[in-house]
């Protein structure tokens, strides 16, 4: 891309102040955190209910960054740079793709449908890159501000589009459907659930279809219900299993070997097809595909050659403990430089190690010779800092000499034989190669060999928890996220950094130690310490953490040391016991509190805080409110009669929701960021964080009469399918679990865990389930949710999750 900004404005209708119109743009960026940045970027600061980007610019022009589109000009920013001035920042990312978009004019076809666009897309891109140089989508990247990304990444030489639309509610389509124009229309499976943001499916049916209103022609599955909503003017190409008057007529013969034939007629003839799947979504995925190879007018034989090789799909980033300390970012399904230079932005958000380094396969279907495209690709590297790049295959390696720090292997068997010599360690690795180059044998080489049960933890649905609690919160009200026992069993460093990117004020941790290793990851926000011992005020000091502190002796011990230290109004917290009885000071005791700070140059009061009791349960609302006037009356005490100015806080999660008065000047953010709320009303609105994951290790038919377990606790009385899942009590799971109170999930089904749990298994009743070993196993997350496990277990969602041993691997993505 490259566009002078004079000729931007006019497209935006838009305000402009700045001073050098004719500054070329060649690239647009909403994230801040990319290193892609450069003079030459176009940077759209957009605006969520909770998230400002208007706040990153000042560091953006800092780096050298020049042309924004804003809906404000911040302050300290006036007359550093260009600006651009919207009413809507997102809009106008829309309505400049829109523009940008129709400088193309070859084919587009444009995706939706409730399951399988993302997969129908990388399937047409895979059926058709031989003849056409695609682009798409990224990933799934198919929101409202994920289209116009996409779409922004079209350049000359690309003679084909294949984008993908993802909607939630009304009005959503109109907006995607100006930016993508599709020509040619893809309609998957629509889905028969009730989704929220409609208010029956017919309703969303029809607004899915606004996104065909000017393609030339609608593939879909023939259906009574779409038929009616389809505009009259759309020309269809349908496909049916059972509907004579559909285009195509398919027929499912037999399966075998994972594989299945399917007899299509079409146009009179008849014809057969092999498909390497079985399952029913699968299926259907593959006749989208097949239905557009037959409208762009492909034989029967390239059909069946190109569709054998159909592959799963795989669109996550998955972030993976590596080898030696590395961390390892896998990419390892697709190559093409537009998902590459989203691997490097989120290599760069992950800021675990300074040395990094990209194993990279060819590049397929950049629409550029190679001669631009890998000169390209070294000019990304640089900007993204990699310390060294391994490049595999022929041409990768033809074009070695244009990037610095780089060996290259002609195949992935060569590297594998070289793999002793590379020395990984320390270090973290992304490995990002298309799906011929088998890169899955690298990661495998690479990653930390550990048992196969994972905790898999989703640091969108942080983000989105975050926002949901932030959009309750008054103007001005801070916010503190409490990541003690290593962020509620998630996973401490991590989540932090992710927090620390969203700007909130506050960590809040138990012990020392976990501030510690925060502050030596890297971590630079202020971090409070709920627990201090006596005996780790030196460290706290030493390592700039603020200590909570809550009696008399504790604070006589630690204003002793600040004093020999010479401290100057090092920070500290005040606890005050409003009713809660564990921690704090009492009422009787503030008098002396106030007395023994008063004048005290070497320490000072950065907040004063209480705990509450019963704030999720409103019977004791009673109780609460009395606290929080308690916790008025003694901190606005403490307040005057030293005359400070410290930030006042006294709400936990279920607090924000229940006491949204007592917000003071921040909160306390818990257990709501991991994705449980105490209030199942408010459940519904958070989104599950973590999955624990296991797999089936070993399937066995028992005859009547035999037991399974320790004690024989389980007796069958019919024949009975037993699966074995190397996860037991010793990783955190209560055998109060066990004996056929709790289930886990296979297949989308439940499976009653049979027999008594025992250290490192358990076993469960698959009778009814169509499964094979190492098939993947669901401990908790969407079902069973760790509520509902808690529940049955008579216990609280805290002491689910925090149980969590360890030695279970957690994986990070997005
Ligand atoms: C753990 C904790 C919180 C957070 O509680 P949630 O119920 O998880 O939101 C807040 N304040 C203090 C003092 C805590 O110990």
Redesign the pocket.
């Known amino acids: 891309m490259s566009i002078l900004l004079k000729n931007i404005i006019p497209v935006l209708n838009a305000e402009w102040i700045g001073n050098t119109p004719e500054a070329e743009v060649e690239a647009i960026s909403i994230d801040s955190r990319s290193l892609q940045n450069s003079s030459h970027t176009l940077f759209f600061a957009l605006v969520g209910p909770n998230n400002d980007a208007h706040l990153y610019i000042k560091d953006l022009i800092e780096i050298g960054v020049q042309n924004f589109v804003v809906t404000y000009i911040p302050e300290e920013c006036k007359a550093k740079a260009n600006f651009i001035v919207v009413q809507n920042t997102l809009e106008a990312l829309q309505q400049f793709a829109a523009y940008y978009r129709a400088l193309f004019k070859f084919p587009v076809i444009g995706l939706t449908g409730s399951n399988g666009k993302t997969i129908v897309k990388e399937w047409l891109n895979f059926l058709l890159s031989p003849d056409f140089n695609v682009i798409r989508s990224p990933k799934s990247y198919n929101s409202q501000v994920g289209v116009p990304l996409s779409v922004i990444a079209i350049n000359e030489k690309h003679n084909l589009g294949i984008f993908e639309a993802g909607i939630s509610t009304v009005t959503e389509m109109e907006k995607l459907e100006a930016v993508i124009k599709p020509t040619i229309g893809i309609l998957t499976n629509i889905g028969s659930s009730h989704d929220e943001g409609f208010e029956n499916l017919e309703q969303k049916i029809k607004e899915k279809l606004l996104l065909f209103k000017d393609s030339k022609v609608l593939i879909y599955q023939k259906n009574k219900l779409i038929d009616k909503c389809i505009l009259p003017d759309t020309k269809t190409f349908s496909w049916s299993f059972e509907q004579e008057n559909a285009d195509v007529l398919v027929f499912k013969k037999q399966t075998e070997n994972q594989s299945t034939t399917l007899h299509y007629k079409y146009k009179g003839n008849a014809y057969e097809l092999n498909i390497p799947f079985q399952d029913k979504a699968s299926i259907e995925n593959a006749i989208s595909c097949l239905l557009l190879l037959l409208y762009f007018n492909y034989d029967s034989a390239t059909i069946q050659s190109r569709m054998l090789l159909l592959f799963p799909v795989e669109m996550r980033l998955k972030v993976k403990t590596g080898i030696n300390n590395c961390s390892l970012i896998d990419d390892s399904y697709s190559s093409d430089f537009q998902s590459l230079k989203i691997a490097l932005d989120f290599l760069e958000s992950q800021k675990q190690f300074q040395k990094k380094t990209v194993i990279l396969s060819d590049i397929f279907q950049s629409g550029l010779s190679n001669e631009e495209l890998y000169s390209k690709v070294a000019q990304l590297i640089v900007s993204n800092n990699i310390s060294r790049v391994i490049g595999i295959g022929e041409t990768i390696s033809e074009f070695k000499e244009k990037f610095t720090h780089c060996i290259t292997f002609k195949n992935t068997a060569e590297f594998v034989s070289n793999f002793e010599n590379l020395e990984f360690a320390n270090e973290t690795i992304l490995i990002k190669g298309a799906r011929s180059f088998q890169f899955e044998e690298i990661v495998y080489l690479l990653e930390e060999k550990t048992h196969e049960t994972v905790l898999e933890i989703n640091l969108n649905a942080i983000s989105y928890n975050l926002n949901f609690f932030k959009s309750k919160l008054k103007p001005d009200v801070k916010i ?1 996220v ?1 990541v ?1 026992a290593f962020g ?1 069993g998630n996973g401490g460093l991590e989540i932090a950094k992710l927090l620390e990117h969203h700007k909130i004020d506050y960590l ?1 941790v ?1 012990f020392a130690d976990e501030g510690i290793s925060l502050k030596n990851g890297g971590i630079q926000l202020p971090i409070m310490v ?1 627990n201090p011992e006596n005996t780790s005020f030196s460290a706290i000091i030493q390592h700039q953490l603020e200590p ?1 502190i809550y009696c008399l002796k504790s604070l006589h011990a630690f204003l002793k040391i600040a004093k020999h230290k010479n401290l100057e109004r090092f920070p500290i917290h005040v ?1 005050l016991d409003t009713g809660m009885h564990r ?1 704090g000071f009492e009422e009787d005791s503030i008098d002396e509190l106030i007395a023994t700070l008063k004048g005290n140059v070497h320490v000072e009061i950065k907040s004063i ?1 209480s ?1 509450l009791a019963t ?2 349960d409103v019977k004791h609302r009673d109780f609460t409110d009395s606290q929080i006037s308690l916790f008025d009356k003694l901190s606005s005490k403490i307040v005057s009669e030293l005359g400070i100015n410290p930030v006042r806080h006294i ?6 929701s229940n006491f949204p008065d007592a917000q003071f000047n921040m909160v ?7 994705g449980v709320s ?1 209030d199942p009303s408010e459940q519904k609105y958070l989104e599950n964080v973590g999955t624990l994951k296991s797999v089936i290790s070993q399937i066995k038919t028992i005859s009547a009469g035999e037991s399974v377990g320790y004690g024989r606790k389980f007796m069958a009385e019919k024949p009975t399918k037993v699966g074995t899942i190397p996860i037991g009590y010793a990783d955190g799971i209560s055998r109060a679990w066990g004996n056929g109170v709790g289930f886990v999930t296979i297949k989308d089904k439940k499976a009653k865990i049979i027999g008594s749990i025992c250290m490192d298994m358990l076993m469960v009743d698959v009778t009814e389930i169509d499964c094979t070993e190492g098939d993947a196993v669901i401990i908790f997350g969407e079902s069973p949710t760790v509520s509902y496990i808690a529940k049955k277990l008579n216990t609280i969602p ?1 002491e689910v999750l925090t149980s969590i041993s360890q030695r279970v691997k957690r994986v990070f993505y997005r």
Do not use: F, Q, V
Not at 651 to 656: A, F, K, P, R, W
Not at 668 to 674: A, D, K, S
């Open positions: 503190m409490m003690k509620y809040g138990a709920l909570e606890k921690l805080l705990h704030s999720d709400l936990n999660t279920s607090g924000i306390r953010l818990g257990i709501g960021l991991y105490n805290y």
